[in-house]
């Protein structure tokens, strides 16, 4: 079975400051997909990013990175220089090659706030 | 528009009340997921659909849940006789494909917010 961990249930920052959310997981498949997807207070969930397992390289898009390593299971999501816009909750996701299709397994989620 | 859309955006039922929960996938999105999130918590997944064919629905809860998907587009998510317990957001995905070989990215619906009285 698969299982994604989010330990950090809240985290507060100021604007500008740099945010990491953790994201830990588990599966016994060699060949799986990491995601992040952000829900702001509107509700909706909208698609950050997906990693295969099979690269590790590391992702910066504009003030968004992405740090993968497989040694720890961790797939870690770096806010630089944030901003109010960014408060909103953050969820981490696997989904596993084969028969299962694609479903996504999601952590708890990251409840950020950035304060002006 | 070209997203998933979802309706009602908002649903209020008395108890034993069956509910049926539209979805309109991304047009020409031949995957199709059903997921539902309580609040404080992240999506759980329910069911699948590749094209109109129920691939997978080992993530809804009894008997009571039904999904179908006929003409391989638009999908419905039937809850019958419906108890306290049914509240929740319940999220619809698509996604280009799906299965073995890629997975790409869901994209979701807004969601219809359901509430049993």
């Known amino acids: 079975a698969q299982k994604v961990t989010q330990a950090q249930t809240e985290i507060s920052v100021v604007e500008k400051e740099d945010v990491t959310l953790d994201c830990v997981y588990e599966?016994?498949?060699?060949?799986?997909?990491l995601f992040w997807y952000k829900q702001p207070p509107s509700g909706e969930l909208v698609f950050l990013i997906r990693?295969?397992?099979?690269?590790?390289q590391n992702e910066i898009s504009g003030r968004y990175s992405w740090n993968f390593q497989k040694s720890t299971s961790s797939f870690n999501f770096t806010i630089t220089a944030s901003q109010v816009v960014d408060s909103a909750v953050y969820f981490c996701?696997?989904?596993?090659?084969?028969?299962?299709?694609?479903?996504?397994?999601f952590g708890q989620g990251t409840i950020l706030t950035v304060h002006p | 528009g070209a997203g998933v859309s979802q309706s009602p955006r908002y649903k209020v039922t008395k108890r034993g009340q069956d509910v049926a929960l539209r979805c309109d996938p991304i047009?020409?999105?031949?995957?199709l997921y059903w997921y539902r999130q309580a609040l404080g918590q992240g999506p759980e997944f329910l069911t699948y659909?590749?094209?109109?064919?129920?691939?997978?629905k080992s993530g809804l809860p009894n008997d009571r849940f039904s999904a179908e998907r006929p003409e391989g587009s638009i999908s419905t998510l039937t809850i019958q006789r419906t108890e306290q317990r049914d509240s929740a957001m319940y999220r619809c995905?698509?996604?280009?494909?799906?299965?073995?070989?890629?997975?790409?990215?869901?994209?979701f619906g807004d969601g219809t917010r359901l509430s049993i009285l």
């Open positions: 599966t016994r498949d060699t060949t799986y997909y």
């Open positions: 990693r295969n397992s099979f690269d590790e």
């Open positions: 995905a698509s996604s280009l494909t799906s299965g073995s070989y890629s997975n790409q990215p869901q994209h």
């Open positions: 996701a696997l989904s596993v090659m084969g028969t299962s299709y694609g479903k996504l397994t």
């Open positions: 659909f590749n094209y109109e064919a129920q691939q997978d």
């Open positions: 047009s020409g999105h031949v995957s």
